[in-house]
């Protein structure tokens, strides 16, 4: 069974920075792309960043390039994302989420979230 | 700001049929396939449609998907009271380099 549990999250200052991780098992992580989907409170879903399975190759949102960074260690079955110059406006659910293998672009499985808030 | 226009809000009695629209542009839909997630409230979001009309294993036959040119829809038919959710669109957007979200439609059942 897939499985993704999302960690880290919490109550962080303006400017603050926090990392979130998501381990990952019931699949061979490393051969799967992954990503990370974030949801303001009573707002819609937002795509913040995604990583290739084994390239590592990268890609983030506009909102959020360079100010995060997603990585991933494939030894440790674990996705991550460095989030730093934190915003009020970051304030979010974080989901990670799991790239479906093949040529086309969709989200096959999801995990249950993390709460960031950025506050002072 | 939501790339994807999709309406606020849809409704409809038990055993109507929903129906439910993603516009988007060619960067997006007009070049790349379209998926659907349902969000039950309180919970995470859940593949309902993937490549324009595929259902994942277990998602029942009464959701359907459909694409044309930079739209596309979403059927509910036979609606039920567990279907009350919040609908998404998505695709990637070759233009932005990543994957864009609709602005999500809330169902209710009258």
């Known amino acids: 069974e897939v499985q993704l549990l999302e960690s880290g999250g919490g109550l962080v200052q303006p400017g603050g920075s926090l990392r979130l991780s998501c381990a990952a098992s019931?699949?061979?992580?490393?051969?799967?792309?992954m990503s990370w989907v974030r949801q303001a409170p009573g707002k819609g879903l937002e795509w913040v960043s995604g990583?290739?399975?084994?390239?590592?190759?990268?890609y983030h949102a506009d909102s959020v390039k360079g100010r995060f960074t997603i990585s991933r260690d494939n030894s440790k079955n674990t996705l991550y994302v460095q989030m730093n110059s934190l915003r009020v406006e970051d304030t979010a659910v974080y989901f990670c989420?799991?790239?479906?293998?093949?040529?086309?672009?969709?989200?096959?499985?999801w995990g249950q979230g993390t709460l960031v808030t950025v506050s002072s | 700001q939501s790339v994807l226009t999709q309406p606020p809000s849809a409704s409809g009695t038990p055993g109507q049929r929903v129906t439910i629209s993603c516009s988007g542009s060619?960067?997006?839909?007009?070049?790349?396939?379209v998926s659907w997630y349902q969000q039950l409230p309180g919970t995470a979001p859940k593949l309902l449609i993937y490549?324009?009309?595929q259902r994942p294993s277990g998602v029942p036959d009464r959701f359907s998907g459909s694409k044309s040119g930079t739209s596309a829809s979403l059927a509910i038919s036979g609606l039920q009271s567990g279907d009350e959710a919040n609908y998404y669109c998505?695709?990637?957007?070759?233009?932005?380099?990543?994957?864009?979200f609709g602005t999500g439609t809330k169902v209710t059942v009258l």
């Open positions: 989420a799991r790239r479906a293998s093949g040529r086309y672009y969709y989200l096959d499985y």
């Open positions: 019931g699949f061979t992580f490393s051969n799967y792309a």
């Open positions: 990583i290739s399975g084994s390239d590592g190759s990268t």
């Open positions: 060619s960067s997006n839909i007009g070049s790349n396939t």
């Open positions: 490549s324009n009309n």
């Open positions: 998505a695709a990637w957007d070759d233009s932005l380099s990543g994957y864009v």
